[in-house]
């Protein structure tokens, strides 16, 4: 019995001494970060003679296996699936590679992308608003050469412009219909064209007047119209670099008014989701809520371009705004065959049929030029009124996150009457100062 | 704490010099000296936790332990259209500190493995019989019974508590935030500058806000702390009263507002109280008001509301808490006070208070305490809104620390920040809690009341 | 006098009536709207300035169990969490208080004030490092329910005031006399402490129960990006929070309907545990 014990000990001893050789473990460790950085150059050295043997291989079409990962807004889920399958089976070289498809709306998923990068989508859509929070994160991927000429010359410009940061093409224009104008119950509002005179008409009938002036995209309708300016220059990072804005001028003021004065008006309520607004005559809100809309007016339903609002300086303006996209983004991958299944993915969903056909299946307003000339399109309604006030709006650029909250905070301060009607010319301007001063802040 | 530690080091010493060869051994090969002994459980126990530890620190450890300093130094880059990721400073550091948590827990469990050979050697010197194999198994259901149940417990606290702390309190002095994200970006190390930036009064600092925002959090803790104290007090006195009958379902009826999860209740009631929402149709709809009341958009009203709302929710757990408590108030005392001629009102000053409060002291603490950090109400209700031009960094009028640093990961990944902000929640609330606690009149010693 | 007597009473009834009305109010709302349709041929869908529906209809609750969305397996992540959260919490607060509470080893009051300041940093920082921390072992995402149970549960013991609390009122000398009747530590912690302790289990696992019902935030943070593994909460927040799900609301009240009676009929079935729980907690702070 002793004996065996003995042998026990000595084998587990033995095997101890050998993995004993710790006190050595802590100077290797310390020579580690120097091997392991320069590993990593005689890696990427690796890597670039491995992508030309690839560059090489690719004729031979074996683009391996793996999944890829896809987020959309969940009305449009069944849909891309459907459209997913469509394209695998045009294209059997990518069969080693399984799509899944995940309900995840275009506000959330930037932030969810921000989190975790490597745990996120491979592909996904977002507001525009997005993008160069996205490419600063890492979380966005170029557009693949062989696609980008395809994409700049098939979808609208502006379309083209807000997937661009820094002259950079890292997103596929998905839709171009990201823009506002008004649905106005025909019983109720007898001249759309005017905003005094909705709101006349609203207060008359005892309804509401919706629109979301404390949101930094609603909000440009007003200080577009007097002529503000406000925007920024990127570079292909996505960091901000320069910055024009002009809110602190008369126009500003006059604009600044007219939101004071539309929050006095007792029709006003603040808001922009059809589906959460109660009692409305009118509500300015952009295509994906037509359905809804249409629900809510019945028979009454009509939709017209922005109305023209009288200035204090007694000018009339037409309200303008922003023209915003959808966009579908590709992340970053460490797998070139991986990211060549993606980008043609990308590419797919992105195209002239597909956004033709999500048109017709959800009524989402197509970027691509020829979906757009479509006779479908064409008739309808609400996409005809946002035509008509994309010529008074400005394609939206590049925005820092922050400025949506800044924006926020100008529209509450108007809401909570921090500023009023009561407030002076001089504080009206000392205030949008300090909105201008904080908005140039961003662009460092 | 200081002589602790000369103790230890005493014992290392007198282990080593007075200890023989298999004493001596132990010290490298942990558990040899007990495996020789006969106390082959203990022995293999301690022998397979130091290769565990081993295989720990050259498999994964290390690795990141050695980047600790810097956070990483190797970047991100592309290779044509491929990324090659280099090095992630938030794994770094997450793991960095889970290995220095590693390394002191090896060297506790180094120190009691010196220690057990030098208390078996001397027990064998002293001619006393080593505790077999059974006996020690069978120890740790009696006399340590205690490291049984808490080894579990206290290694997941370790783990997904003070780790995480650690890690946040760490990250306060580095410069992650949108423009250094893992993993594409680096982050690294900047001492003090969050804490300036946070306590710099001037126009781009953040100090007016974190005034203000902080004021709103004590205000707010003060009043859903007594309001709910009181009228739930109040509440459970009415029921309480005699000749009132359906005591129960007064109670529960109550009681309600508890068991109904708040993010189904509190989303309901922000629509209710929504400028377009039900309360103010109504009140339109009767001719009551002409123009809606504002109730999440005006600051002062919005505060206001809250507060109310939070009523709704506090009063029944409070009622809950009173009537056991009311109960247990001797009913002679009230029946001379009768006597005496005192009205209800002050019989209530005189007795049901005094007694109140010196019994539901602590309690009222933990509440004040767990209102600063109040998450779900507010953040269910307005999420800290109303905005304004007048504070920095999205803070809104309504905003706890606690919202507003959760809005700043959320939002702007502004990591840095919400660390800072995180650190003073604690300086506020570990303030608060100490001053209260040696002022409230029940402390009592722990073991005189058992 | 008898008078007076009366008419105070009256008062009392009517105060107590109209804190009643204000109390339910809400939740009678939500009721009502969820039987709205949300089928604009029936009725309007969206949000509504009345209380009571033109029609009534069942068409929300068709939905919710229509398979078109994922309710009835976030309803099942939900309970399964908040089951198992509740056994393994329980299990875990009874050990630490039963050592807290009878045994006296170094260390203890360290541990329990080291316990005492750890719980006044607030939790949400360390969200982001416990996802990390989760996604190490493949417990977020398609993993996130085993995940919050993990996260559930891990620092339960430092949750232990209340029950150490009952214990200490527990008569020391009962351990004492079994102890020198030669029972072990643990012989008196599985047959005398655990059957004595039935109101203080119950309140614990109900505390426990109830919580996972309302997580959102760090739920989101676990299960993003993966519809199946929300809980309600994280799932029905959204309903009321993002515009892709307008004209939501009145299946949002059918949801919360649907989570709100079961947890409520739970919960007045063991209130009498509940309110002995929180009572004890109080005075023993």
Redesign the interface.
């Known amino acids: 019995m002793k004996k065996k014990v003995l042998a026990v000990l000595l084998a587990v001893s033995m095997v101890a001494a050998l993995s004993g050789c710790g006190a050595n473990q802590a100077a290797t460790a310390v020579e580690g970060a120097a091997d392991q950085a320069a590993e990593a150059v005689e890696e990427s050295v690796e890597e670039v003679t491995d992508a030309v043997e690839e560059a090489v291989d690719e004729v031979g079409e074996d683009f391996g296996t793996g999944e890829i990962k896809v987020w959309v807004a969940d009305a449009v889920v069944d849909f891309t699936n459907a459209k997913i399958a469509e394209f695998m089976e045009a294209n059997p070289q990518y069969a080693g590679y399984t799509v899944t498809v995940e309900p995840v709306g275009e506000g959330d998923a930037a932030g969810n992308m921000i989190t975790d990068v490597q745990g996120g989508a491979d592909i996904y859509a977002f507001a525009q608003d997005q993008i160069a929070r996205l490419v600063s994160a890492g979380a966005l991927e170029e557009v693949a050469p062989e696609n980008e000429a395809a994409v700049k010359s098939e979808n609208d410009p502006g379309s083209v412009s807000a997937a661009t940061v820094g002259g950079v093409l890292y997103a596929y224009p998905l839709t171009s219909d990201n823009g506002y104008f008004l649905y106005y119950d025909k019983s109720v509002v007898t001249d759309p064209s005017s905003l005094e005179k909705i709101l006349a008409d609203c207060e008359a009938a005892g309804k509401n007047f919706y629109m979301e002036i404390n949101s930094g995209w609603y909000q440009t309708a007003f200080f577009f119209a007097t002529g503000c300016k406000l925007e920024y220059e990127t570079d292909d990072q996505g960091n901000f670099t320069a910055a024009n804005v002009t809110y602190a001028s008369p126009e500003g003021v006059v604009a600044l008014k007219k939101m004071i004065e539309l929050n006095g008006s007792k029709a006003f309520q603040n808001g922009s989701a059809a589906g959460e607004a109660t009692n409305v005559a009118a509500i300015v809100d952009g295509t994906w809520d037509s359905s809804t809309v249409k629900d809510l007016f019945g028979d009454n339903y009509a939709c017209a371009k922005l109305p023209t609002f009288e200035g204090a300086d007694g000018k009339s303006y037409q309200m303008s705004g922003f023209g915003g996209f959808k966009l579908l983004g590709v992340k970053p991958q460490e797998d070139d065959n991986k990211l060549a299944v993606c980008d043609a993915l990308a590419a797919y969903l992105a195209s002239g049929d597909v956004q033709l056909a999500r048109y017709n299946e959800v009524g989402w307003g197509p970027s691509n030029l020829a979906a757009q000339g479509s006779a479908d399109v064409k008739a309808d309604e609400a996409l005809a009124a946002l035509g008509q006030q994309l010529a008074y709006t400005i394609p939206q650029g590049q925005y820092p996150g922050e400025y949506w909250e800044l924006a926020t905070a100008l529209g509450d301060s108007v809401r909570n009457g921090e500023i009023s009607a009561n407030s002076s010319d001089d504080d009206l301007m000392a205030t949008l100062q300090s909105f201008q001063d904080t908005c140039v802040g961003y662009a460092k | 704490m200081g002589k602790g530690i000369i103790r230890i080091f005493q014992t290392i010493g007198a282990a080593f010099k007075e200890g023989d060869f298999r004493c001596r051994i132990s010290f490298?090969?942990m558990g040899?000296g007990q495996?020789?002994r006969g106390q082959f459980v203990k022995g293999a126990a301690f022998?397979l936790l130091?290769?565990a530890f081993?295989?720990y620190?050259?498999s994964f450890g290390?690795?990141y332990?050695?980047?600790l300093s810097t956070l990483g130094?190797?970047a991100?880059?592309k290779?044509?259209?491929?990324?090659?990721?280099?090095d992630n400073s938030?794994?770094i550091l997450?793991f960095g500190i889970l290995t220095v948590f590693v390394i002191l827990a090896f060297a506790v469990l180094w120190y009691l493995n010196v220690k057990d050979n030098y208390e078996i050697l001397k027990l064998v010197r002293e001619g006393k019989k080593i505790p077999t194999n059974k006996e020690n198994l069978?120890s740790l259901?009696?006399?340590n019974?205690?490291?049984?149940?808490?080894a579990?417990?206290?290694t997941?606290?370790f783990?997904?508590?003070?780790?995480?702390?650690v890690?946040?309190i760490c990250v306060a002095f580095t410069n992650y935030d949108?423009?250094h994200?893992a993993?594409?970006?680096l982050f690294t190390w900047v001492g003090l500058e969050n804490f300036e930036h946070l306590l710099s009064f001037g126009s781009?600092g953040m100090g007016r806000t974190f005034a203000q925002v902080l004021i709103w959090t004590l205000v707010w803790a003060f009043f859903a702390t007594f309001l709910d104290y009181f009228l739930g007090l109040a509440?459970a006195i009415?029921?309480n009263?005699k000749?009132?009958r359906f005591k129960k379902l007064?109670?529960?009826?109550?009681?309600?507002?508890?068991?109904?999860?708040?993010?189904?209740?509190l989303?309901?009631?922000m629509?209710?109280f929504a400028?377009?929402?039900?309360i103010?149709?109504?009140l339109?709809?009767w001719g009551w008001i002409?123009?809606?009341i504002?109730f999440w958009?005006?600051?002062m009203l919005a505060r206001i509301t809250i507060i109310v709302v939070n009523i709704?929710i506090g009063i029944p757990?409070m009622m809950?808490?009173a009537?056991?408590?009311l109960m247990n108030i001797p009913e002679d005392l009230y029946e001379s006070a009768r006597i005496d001629g005192a009205s209800g009102w002050q019989m209530f000053r005189k007795i049901t208070l005094p007694y109140m409060l010196f019994?539901?002291?602590?309690?009222l603490?933990?509440q004040f305490?767990n209102n600063l950090?109040n998450?779900?109400v507010i953040?269910l209700l307005t999420q800290g809104?109303?905005?304004?031009?007048?504070?920095a960094e999205?803070a809104?009028?309504t905003d706890l620390?606690?919202t507003w640093?959760?809005k700043m990961?959320?939002?702007?990944?502004n990591?840095r920040m919400?660390?800072v902000i995180?650190i003073m929640?604690?300086i506020v609330?570990?303030v608060v809690?100490l001053v209260v606690y040696n002022m409230l009149p029940s402390v009592r010693d722990e073991e005189g009341?058992? | 006098m008898k008078k007076k007597k009366i008419a105070g009473n009256i008062v009392s009834y009517i105060v107590l009536i109209l804190i009643s009305i204000v109390w339910l109010f809400p939740f009678f709302g939500l009721f009502l709207q969820s039987f709205r349709s949300y089928d604009p041929k029936v009725e309007y869908g969206g949000m509504v300035d009345y209380l009571v529906p033109k029609t009534f209809s069942l068409d929300n609750y068709r939905f919710l169990f229509s398979g078109q969305t994922n309710f009835l397996k976030w309803y099942a992540n939900t309970l399964i969490i908040a089951i198992c959260v509740a056994v393994i919490q329980t299990v875990i607060v009874l050990c630490v208080s039963y050592a807290l509470s009878r045994m006296r080893f170094s260390g203890r009051t360290f541990l329990m004030r080291f316990w005492l300041i750890l719980g006044m940093f607030p939790g949400f920082l360390t969200m982001i490092c416990l996802y990390f921390l989760l996604k190490q072992f493949g417990l977020t995402q398609a993993g996130a329910v085993p995940g919050l149970i993990l996260v559930g549960t891990a620092s339960s013991g430092m949750g232990y005031y209340v029950c150490k609390g009952y214990f200490d009122t527990i008569p020391k000398a009962l351990d004492d006399a079994a102890r020198i009747d030669g029972a072990t530590r643990a012989r008196v912690f599985f047959t005398m402490t655990i059957p004595m302790s039935k109101p203080i289990i119950i309140y614990t696992a109900l505390v426990a129960f109830m919580a996972p019902w309302c997580d959102y935030v760090f739920a989101s943070y676990v299960a993003f990006g993966h519809d199946e593994s929300f809980n309600v909460a994280v799932a029905m927040t959204r309903w009321v929070w993002t515009n892709d799900y307008q004209g939501y609301f009145t299946r949002f009240c059918a949801g919360g309907i649907l989570i709100a009676i079961p947890v409520t009929i739970l919960f007045m079935c063991l209130q009498k545990y509940y309110v002995e729980g929180v009572t004890g907690g109080a005075v023993k702070g």
């Open positions: 490298l090969l040899f495996l020789l022998m130091e290769g081993i295989k620190m050259v290390a690795r332990f050695s980047k130094t190797v991100t880059q290779v044509r259209r491929k990324t090659i990721y280099g938030f794994l997450l069978a259901f009696d006399k019974f205690d490291k049984t149940l808490l579990l417990p206290v997941g606290i783990v997904f508590t003070v780790l995480p702390i890690f946040m949108k423009n994200q993993p594409t970006n781009s509440v009415l029921i009263k000749g009132i007064w109670r529960t009826l109550l009681v309600v507002t508890i068991a109904v999860p708040q993010f189904v209740s989303l309901y009631v629509k209710m400028n377009d929402g039900l103010n149709g109504y339109m709809k002409s123009s809606p504002q958009v005006d600051p709704w757990y809950l808490i009537t056991g408590l019994v539901t002291g602590p309690f603490l933990t305490t950090n998450f779900n953040y809104k109303p905005l304004s031009m007048k504070l999205n809104g009028n620390l606690v640093l959760y990961t959320v939002l702007d990944t990591y919400a660390a995180g929640v604690f609330t570990a809690s009341f058992q």
